[in-house]
């Protein structure tokens, strides 16, 4: 009678599912990678989104480090920026700015004084990348998918790292994610 009233309900729970994931439409690879770049971006679901990580911190939170070689908060937005911005030019089919290759450049050029214009920039750059793969053809998002997954991650390996920074300032609210 318990192995009967057990399978009766084993079969109602993987009943419900299955009926659950035939009701679900499944994502287009545009909406799984445009998915990924809005929860780098603004939309919290897993983890902290860049425009949360950066919101609130002054010029001076912005430009410290722990003086043992980390990038600080500010490096890290402009590292962001740059690459983001690099990878959009060529995704949309154009020349990008003249780069030397010296990876270290793009972390090293914050300055303070701009942190308002570099928090703009972000979410700009940000924006736009989700507005061009939404206008993106299917041809083009197939041809582009990998890079465009590798953008969203780069972008949440970095966001993390602001976290963690602001975290060893001192800086970072708890209540915004990440405890």
Request: proline share 3%; charged share 20%; hydrophobic share 40%.
């Amino acid at each position: 009678m318990r192995r009967m009233l057990f399978g009766l309900l084993m079969f109602g729970v993987f009943s419900c599912g299955f009926i659950k994931a035939q009701e679900e439409k499944p994502m287009t690879l545009k909406a799984v990678l445009l998915e990924q770049l809005r929860s780098t971006h603004n939309k919290a679901e897993w983890f902290v989104p860049a425009n949360t990580a950066v919101a609130g911190l002054t010029p001076a939170q912005a430009s410290w480090t722990d003086k043992s070689g980390n990038h600080s908060v500010g490096q890290l937005a402009n590292h962001l920026v740059f690459w983001d911005r690099e990878m959009l030019t060529k995704f949309k089919g154009e020349t990008p700015a003249k780069f030397d290759g010296n990876n270290d450049e793009t972390f090293n050029e914050f300055d303070a004084k701009s942190w308002t214009k570099t928090v703009a920039d972000l979410d700009a750059v940000m924006t736009d990348w989700e507005n061009a793969v939404q206008a993106a053809d299917d041809a083009k998002i197939s041809l582009w998918a990998s890079r465009i997954a590798h953008v969203g991650t780069h972008n949440a390996y970095h966001v993390g790292q602001i976290v963690y920074v602001r975290k060893l300032q001192g800086v970072w609210d708890p209540n915004k994610g990440v405890r």
